[in-house]
């Protein structure tokens, strides 16, 4: 396994695996990974013939609030991850690589991103799909791996494959939690005991949404509040959403006719933490 730090140095290892016709599977991250980052490593590894795993905490995707200067890195961990799951090549760039003096150029999307993440992290996505873009033509992969967890991400990277005509397969991969249900984030270092303790609170709320679907109910404000309730019930939760979208457009419904997405968003302290279920019909 390698690290390499220039799109040079990328673009060269993936033309030599290429004369070789052999496939390429990429993981984006922004690294401090965790068995959540390696499940989508191991599914690139079982698909592709050769991973490229990307850390760059990406800073045109943080807010100016946003944790973006005490977001957590460990690169020797991350490396050590990375040749675990089989990994071949990790690209970690500095930001000035991907984004030299004079950039100006954005990817930016409608629609799917002016709800849950996108109300309250207005400049996110632009980032988002600009980076991705940027690694798509980068490494050129067969097969790039998202995480469930980041639903609407997920949604979002596949509109814009599918808009812009991008040849690469998008594979998503399921939640991974912790054995008590909280969803794994590199966020969770950001807890204290106290905290870590309430929030488990956001798993039982995705439960809670997927049995009362399961049990028949279909008015999505019914489940909205239900959730909220039993969210509310820890006081050191605070809401940013909880919300019933459509999965594919990402609007808002009362109904439940079609696939739905059951989303949260909540701070406890420093931490701000997302989960979701699908529930689908």
Same mark, same amino acid.
């Given at each position: 396994?390698k ?20 496939t ?8 401090f ?7 989508l ?9 050769r ?16 944790? !973006? =200067?005490?977001?957590? #890195? ?8 990375c *040749?675990? %799951?089989? $990994? ?15 950039f ?32 798509f033509?980068?490494v ?41 249900? !909280? =969803?794994?984030?590199? #966020?969770?270092?950001?807890?204290t005991?106290?905290?870590? *303790?309430? %929030?488990? $609170?956001?798993?039982?709320?995705v ?11 279909r ?7 239900a ?12 809401i ?23 989303a ?18």
């Amino acid at each position: 396994m390698k690290t390499v730090t220039t799109v040079a140095e990328v673009r060269a290892e993936v033309r030599a695996w290429r004369a070789q016709g052999l496939t390429v599977g990429l993981v984006p991250t922004m690294g401090f990974l965790h068995e959540g980052h390696k499940s989508l490593m191991t599914a690139a590894k079982a698909g592709n013939d050769r991973v490229v795993v990307s850390i760059f905490v990406n800073p045109m995707q943080f807010g100016p609030t946003e944790d !973006l =200067a005490s977001y957590p #890195r460990d690169l020797k961990h991350d490396e050590a991850l990375c *040749e675990s %799951a089989g $990994v071949d090549l990790i690209f970690h760039p500095e930001p000035e690589e991907l984004y030299p003096e004079g950039f100006v150029s954005f990817v930016d999307m409608n629609g799917l991103t002016k709800e849950l993440c996108g109300k309250s992290r207005p400049i996110h996505f632009r980032g988002v799909c600009t980076v991705c873009n940027k690694l798509f033509n980068i490494v050129k992969p067969d097969r790039a791996y998202f995480g469930e967890k980041d639903a609407q991400q997920l949604a979002v990277i596949r509109r814009m494959v599918a808009d812009l005509n991008m040849d690469l397969e998008i594979v998503g991969c399921p939640i991974v939690r912790e054995a008590d249900g !909280l =969803a794994k984030s590199s #966020r969770n270092i950001y807890l204290t005991a106290e905290e870590r *303790e309430q %929030a488990l $609170v956001l798993s039982k709320a995705v439960k809670l949404a997927a049995k009362l679907f399961a049990d028949g109910e279909r008015n999505a404000h019914v489940i909205i509040d239900a959730m909220t309730k039993l969210i509310e019930t820890m006081p050191l939760a605070e809401i940013d959403y909880v919300q019933i979208v459509d999965s594919l457009t990402i609007e808002p419904v009362d109904v439940i006719e079609r696939d739905a997405l059951a989303a949260l968003a909540v701070r406890f302290g420093k931490a701000r933490l997302i989960d979701n279920v699908t529930l689908k019909v």
